[in-house]
C-alpha cells in the first residue's frame, strides 16, 4: 500500500492509515522482485540442494513430480505465480483422466504443495493456497502381505531362470531378516556380519538392528557371491559413485521378476519385493507375536506404524473366528 497524499489549498497532507489499513500491511507478506520465476528453475535449483545434502531420495521425488506436472503443461514451463488453485483442480482431473490412481495423484500433488510452500517461505510468491481444493490425503491401499504357505512355495519353486532365482532370494533373504528394506540389503558390507551376529543400521529412520544368522539367510549369501568385496550381495557390483543408480536399478529388474514368479503361482495380488516385509509382520501376528516385538524386530519408530501394516490381517482374523461361531451354530 503506498502512501497517499491529499493537497488542500496548496498544502500537502500524508493520510494516516486506518487500524484496519495498518493491519492489512503487516499481515501482507512481503516478496521479492523474483516473481517471476519459473518453477523448473526452482525445483531444479532444489533438487541439486537436496543432493549436495545426500537427500537423494527426496530429490527424486521433487524431479518426478516436476516431469508429472510439466506432461500436464504440454512442455510449457510456468512462472511460480501461475500456481493457483484452478490449475491444481484442473492437473489433479488430468491425472484421474489418465488412470493414476488416486494415492499417486496426491503424492505428486503433495510434493508440489511442498515445493510451493519452500517458495512461499523464501519469499518467491504470494500463498495464494492453491492446494485448499485438491485431494492430498494417503488412502487405504491394497494388502501386500502374503501367508506362509505362499512363502514356502516361492522357497520351493524350481526352473527359475538366473534372474527370477535372484530375485527370489532376495525376496527371501529380506523376509528372513524380518523385512530388511532393499536399499539396507543393497548395503550391506562384510563387515556387518561377526560372530554369527548381523548387524546393520536403516537408511530410513537411522535406527541399528542385530539379528542372529540363521543358515537360510547364509545359503542366500552363498549362493550369491558378490564380485564387490565392499559389499555383501551382488547388487553395487561396482564402487565408481554411481551406487544408488546400480542398487534402484537392480530394484526394478527384482521387482520386474517377482511379478513373472507370482503370475507362475497365480496370485490374485501383485508379487512385489515390499510385500516380505508385510508378509513377516503379518505372519508373526497370526502366530501370536505380541506387538512390541514386532515392531521392535522391524525397526519401527512406533507401534502405529505396525498396526498399519496388520490392520487388513486383523479383518482376516475376525472374519475366520466370525466362521468359527457360524460353524459352532450349525453343529
Not at 506432461?71 to 501461475?82: K, P
Not at 500463498?127 to 504357505?149: C, E, Q
Not at 527384482?254 to 503379518?282: E, P
Request: proline content about 4%; some cysteine; aromatic content about 8%.
Amino acid at each position: 500500500m503506498n502512501d497517499m497524499i491529499l493537497t488542500i489549498n496548496g498544502k500537502s497532507y500524508k493520510l494516516v492509515p486506518t487500524d484496519e489499513q495498518l493491519e492489512e500491511r503487516l499481515n501482507t507478506p512481503s516478496v521479492h522482485q523474483d516473481t517471476n520465476r519459473h518453477i523448473t528453475a526452482y525445483v531444479c535449483q532444489l533438487v541439486n540442494e537436496l543432493q549436495a545434502s545426500g537427500r537423494h531420495r527426496t530429490s527424486e521425488t521433487y524431479r518426478s513430480a516436476l516431469n508429472s506436472l510439466l506432461r500436464y503443461l504440454a512442455g510449457n514451463d510456468i512462472q511460480l505465480c501461475d500456481i493457483n488453485g484452478a490449475l491444481m483442480c484442473d492437473y489433479e482431473r488430468y491425472l484421474r483422466a489418465r488412470g493414476v490412481s488416486s494415492n499417486s495423484a496426491s503424492f505428486y500433488l503433495r510434493v508440489l504443495r511442498t515445493i510451493y510452500n519452500r517458495a512461499v517461505t523464501e519469499g518467491l510468491v504470494i500463498d495464494r493456497k492453491p492446494f485448499a481444493r485438491v485431494y492430498t490425503g494417503i488412502g487405504k491401499t491394497s494388502k501386500r502381505a502374503v501367508p506362509l504357505d505362499i512363502i514356502k512355495r516361492i522357497n520351493n519353486m524350481d526352473r527359475l531362470s538366473p534372474a527370477q532365482a535372484f530375485a527370489r532370494d532376495i525376496f527371501l533373504f529380506s523376509f528372513y531378516t524380518r523385512g530388511m528394506s532393499f536399499v539396507d540389503i543393497a548395503y550391506l558390507r562384510p563387515g556387518n556380519i561377526k560372530c554369527g551376529i548381523l548387524t546393520y543400521r536403516r537408511h530410513k529412520t537411522g535406527q541399528e538392528l542385530t539379528m542372529r544368522m540363521e543358515p537360510q539367510i547364509q545359503e542366500i549369501i552363498d549362493r550369491n557371491p558378490s564380485p564387490n568385496p565392499d559389499y555383501l550381495l551382488p547388487i553395487i557390483k561396482r564402487s565408481n559413485g554411481c551406487e544408488r543408480s546400480q542398487y534402484r536399478e537392480s530394484q526394478r529388474m527384482v521387482n520386474c521378476m517377482l511379478h513373472d514368479i507370482g503370475c507362475r503361482l497365480q496370485l490374485t495380488s501383485k508379487l512385489t519385493f515390499y510385500c516380505a516385509r508385510h508378509s513377516w509382520a503379518s505372519i508373526a501376528h497370526t502366530m501370536n507375536i505380541p506387538l512390541p516385538i514386532i515392531s521392535e524386530g522391524m525397526g519401527h519408530s512406533s507401534e502405529r506404524t505396525t498396526r498399519i501394516y496388520l490392520k487388513s490381517l486383523d479383518h482376516n482374523r475376525i472374519d475366520s473366528l466370525n466362521a468359527s461361531i457360524i460353524q459352532a451354530v450349525d453343529e
